[in-house]
Nanobody
């Protein structure tokens, strides 16, 4: 069992930056692939970024490549996402995820654990 709690969301102007954090508790954090999904109002939840248990493999949605960076600190049971050059279309609730797959997944149905979400709002 893994519990996930996100923090770091907020209101920022377009072009600004935010850093999301996810605190994980429970056993064997470093055995899980971790990731971020997001859901904007009226839209389906979508993949944003994922990282392997070792941190050596990362995956990004095309819409955030070059702007967002996912990272993890297994010693602290922490997951991060640095978000730069934010756009109004990045406005959404961001969810931290964990899954036991062999490689980091981009598929919503593969996710075993979800955080409660943190709101990110980017103003024009």
């Amino acid at each position: 069992q893994v519990q996930l709690v996100e923090s770091g969301g907020g209101l920022v102007q377009a072009g600004g930056s935010l850093r999301l954090s996810c605190t994980a508790s429970g056993r064997s954090f470093n055995r899980y692939q971790m990731g971020w999904f997001r859901q904007a109002p009226g839209k389906e939840r979508e993949f944003v970024a994922a990282i392997s248990w070792s941190g050596t493999m990362t995956r990004y949605a095309d819409s955030v490549k070059g702007r967002f960076t996912i990272s993890r600190d297994n010693a602290k049971n922490m997951l991060y996402m640095q978000m730069n050059s934010l756009k109004p279309e990045d406005t959404a609730v961001y969810y931290c995820t964990a899954d036991p797959n062999v490689v980091p997944t981009t598929t919503l149905s593969d996710i075993d654990y979800w955080g409660q979400g943190t709101q990110v709002t980017v103003s024009p």
